[in-house]
C-alpha cells in the first residue's frame, strides 16, 4: 500500500461507492422520469378535452418518446460522468492491481448493463403505462364525446319534437281555418246554388203552369158560351175581390 | 179668393146618370149629345131635346137619355139648362174609369152586372156615382178579364185561377 496526497481508497472501497453512487443516481432518475411523465399526463388530460382523440393520441405518444429518450441519454450521460469519474479514481490508484483493475471493470461493466436492463425496463413500463393513458385518454374522450353527441342528440331530439309539435299545431290551426273557409265558401256556394235551383224550378214551374193553364183555359173555354163565360168571371171577381180585402160587400142580387 | 164654384149637377142627378150611362163608350155617346143640344138650344128654329134623340138613335133611344130628359124638363130656363149640360159635360170629363180587359164584347147583362159589383166595392174611391166602366177587347186574354180600379189590379182571367189551383194544390210534385 502506497500514501498519497489524495484520498487512498482500496479497491474494494472505490466498488462500493461507485455501486452506490450509480444507484442513487438511478433512483433519482427513476423519480425524476415519474415526477415529469405525471406532469406531461396532467398537462396533456387538461388539453385532451379541446382535442380530437387521434390528436390527443398522437400528442401523448410523441411527449412519452420524446420523455424516453431524455431520460436514456440523460442515465446515459450520468452513467458516462460516473464511469469516467471511477476510471479517473481507479487510474490515480497506485495500489490497485492488474488484477483489482479487471475485477472492477467487470463490475463496472455488470452495473452498466445492468443499470441499461433497468432502463430498458423502465422505457418499456412507461411505454406500456403512455399506452394505457393515452388509451384511457382515448376511451374517456370517446365517453366524452358519446355522452356529448347524446345530449346533443337529445337537445337536437328535443329541439326536434318542439319543432314538431309546433308545425303539428301550426298546421292544424292551419287546416282548420281552412277547412273553416273551405266549409264556409262552400256553404255560400251551396246557398248560391240552391236559390239559382229554385229560381229556375220556379221559373220552370211557372212556365209548366202557364203551358197547363193556357190548355185548360182553351178546353174549358170550348164548353163555355158567353152567357156562362160572363157568368163565370163575375163569380170569380167577386171571389177575387173578397180575397184581396178590397171591402166588397154586396147589398143588390146580380140580373141574370 | 178662389172660391169652388157649385157645379149645377146634382149628387142625385149625377149618380142615376153615370148609372145609366155605365161605361165609357155610352159617356163619349152622352158627351156628343149634350154638345149638339148645346148648339142648336139657340137655334131661331126652335129645338127639341126628344125629336134630336130620335133623329140621332131612331128607335133605339139609349137610357141615359130619358134621365137626362126628365131633368132638362124640370130646368125649364135655357139658361139653366144650358150651365148645366156644361156642367154636366165637365163631370163625365172628369169621371173615375174603371178599365176592364176581357176577351170578347160584353153583353149589357154583364155590364150591368159588372157595374154593380165594383159600385159595390168600399176600397178604391169608387162609389155609383163618379165611375164608368172603360171596356178594352183583348183576344190574348183566353178566359176571364182584367180589372183596374183605383190604382189596383184584379186579375180575374181564368188561366190565373187555374195557375193557383195547379199550385195550391202542388200538381208538380204530384202528377208530373
Given at each position: 500500500m502506497y500514501f498519497t496526497d489524495e484520498f487512498l481508497f482500496t479497491g474494494d472501497t472505490h466498488l462500493v461507492v461507485v455501486g452506490y453512487l450509480l444507484i442513487v443516481m438511478a433512483f433519482l432518475l427513476f423519480v425524476y422520469v415519474v415526477v415529469v411523465l405525471n406532469k406531461k399526463n396532467l398537462k396533456r388530460r387538461k388539453k385532451k378535452k379541446a382535442m380530437s382523440v387521434d390528436d390527443i393520441g398522437e400528442d401523448a405518444y410523441q411527449d412519452a418518446l420524446q420523455i424516453l429518450d431524455k431520460a436514456r441519454t440523460d442515465s446515459l450521460r450520468i452513467l458516462s460522468r460516473a464511469q469516467l469519474k471511477a476510471q479517473n479514481v481507479l487510474r490515480s490508484t497506485y495500489a490497485i492491481t492488474q488484477e483489482s483493475r479487471k475485477e472492477l471493470d467487470d463490475n463496472l461493466s455488470e452495473i452498466y448493463k445492468k443499470q441499461a436492463e433497468s432502463l430498458e425496463d423502465i422505457n418499456k413500463e412507461l411505454l406500456q403505462s403512455y399506452k394505457h393513458a393515452v388509451q384511457q385518454g382515448k376511451e374517456e374522450n370517446i365517453r366524452t364525446l358519446y355522452e356529448t353527441t347524446e345530449a346533443m342528440k337529445r337537445e337536437a331530439l328535443s329541439g326536434v319534437d318542439e319543432l314538431k309539435t309546433a308545425i303539428k299545431e301550426e298546421t292544424l290551426g292551419a287546416k282548420r281555418a281552412l277547412e273553416g273557409k273551405i266549409q264556409m265558401e262552400y256553404s255560400k256556394v251551396e246557398n248560391e246554388v240552391e236559390l239559382y235551383k229554385q229560381e229556375k224550378i220556379k221559373n220552370l214551374n211557372n212556365k209548366i203552369f202557364d203551358i197547363l193553364s193556357e190548355v185548360y183555359s182553351r178546353v174549358i173555354m170550348q164548353d163555355l158560351d158567353q152567357i156562362k163565360h160572363e157568368k163565370l168571371i163575375l163569380e170569380l171577381l167577386k171571389?177575387?175581390?173578397?180575397?184581396?180585402?178590397?171591402?166588397y160587400t154586396p147589398n143588390s142580387t146580380l140580373r141574370e | 179668393m178662389n172660391e169652388k164654384i157649385q157645379s149645377a149637377v146634382s149628387k142625385k142627378f149625377r149618380s142615376s146618370f153615370f148609372s145609366s150611362l155605365k161605361t165609357k163608350e155610352k159617356a163619349n155617346q152622352a158627351s156628343d149629345f149634350i154638345r149638339l143640344v148645346l148648339q142648336g138650344m139657340f137655334s131661331t128654329d126652335g129645338f127639341d131635346i126628344k125629336k134630336m134623340a130620335e133623329k140621332n138613335y131612331g128607335d133605339n133611344v139609349p137610357s141615359w137619355f130619358?134621365?137626362?130628359?126628365?131633368?132638362?124638363l124640370e130646368k125649364g130656363n135655357s139658361n139653366v139648362v144650358r150651365n148645366f149640360l156644361l156642367d154636366l159635360q165637365e163631370e163625365i170629363s172628369k169621371v173615375l174609369l174603371v178599365k176592364v180587359e176581357l176577351s170578347f164584347t160584353p153583353s149589357d147583362c154583364f155590364i150591368e152586372n159588372l157595374y154593380q159589383i165594383v159600385g159595390e166595392i168600399k176600397s178604391c174611391g169608387v162609389d155609383k156615382s163618379n165611375f164608368l166602366l172603360d171596356f178594352d177587347v183583348d183576344n190574348s186574354i183566353t178566359g176571364g178579364m182584367k180589372l183596374y180600379v183605383g190604382g189596383k189590379y184584379v186579375d180575374v182571367t181564368l188561366k190565373s185561377f187555374l195557375?193557383?189551383?195547379?199550385?195550391k194544390n202542388d200538381v208538380i210534385s204530384r202528377y208530373l
Open positions: 171571389e177575387e175581390i173578397n180575397k184581396s180585402g178590397m171591402g | 130619358e134621365v137626362l130628359e126628365v131633368e132638362l195557375v193557383g189551383y195547379l199550385e
